[in-house]
């Protein structure tokens, strides 16, 4: 079973910047879609960003188009969040996962299993 471990996460202001590393390990990423989400208190985790292993292609939901930017490493089996312009509404626990299913890209959270455990974005006004 694939093990996926988050870093990268901590307590920063309005308008700087972050960037969020998911490792994994112990199972195949290749050909799967791999996603970011996040959760913020009293709310459903949500979409932040998807990307197919094989082609790259990306989804991104709308309020982070522009600001954040997905990518994946294959030597290091690694995706990567880059996250720039952060904003309060920003803050919460941001996980990695990867879909059940190769060869997609999915946006639906109830999509992607197994999850790591998360890293805490704060972000200060």
């Known amino acids: 079973q694939v093990q996926l471990v988050e870093s990268g996460g901590g307590l920063v202001q309005a308008g700087d910047s972050l960037r969020l590393s998911c490792a994994a390990s112990g199972g195949s990423i290749r050909n799967y879609g791999m996603g970011w989400f996040r959760q913020a208190p009293g709310k459903e985790r949500e979409l932040v960003a998807v990307?197919?292993?094989?082609?790259?292609?990306?989804i991104y939901a709308d309020s982070m188009k522009g600001r954040f930017t997905i990518s994946r490493d294959n030597d290091k089996n690694t995706v990567y969040l880059q996250m720039n312009s952060l904003e309060p509404e920003d803050t919460g626990i941001y996980y990695c996962?990867?879909?059940?299913?190769?060869?997609?890209?999915?946006?639906?959270?109830?999509?992607?299993?197994?999850w790591g455990q998360g890293t805490q974005v704060t972000v200060s006004p």
């Open positions: 990307i197919n292993w094989t082609d790259g292609h990306t």
């Open positions: 996962a990867r879909d059940v299913i190769s060869g997609r890209l999915s946006p639906h959270t109830y999509d992607y299993f197994p």
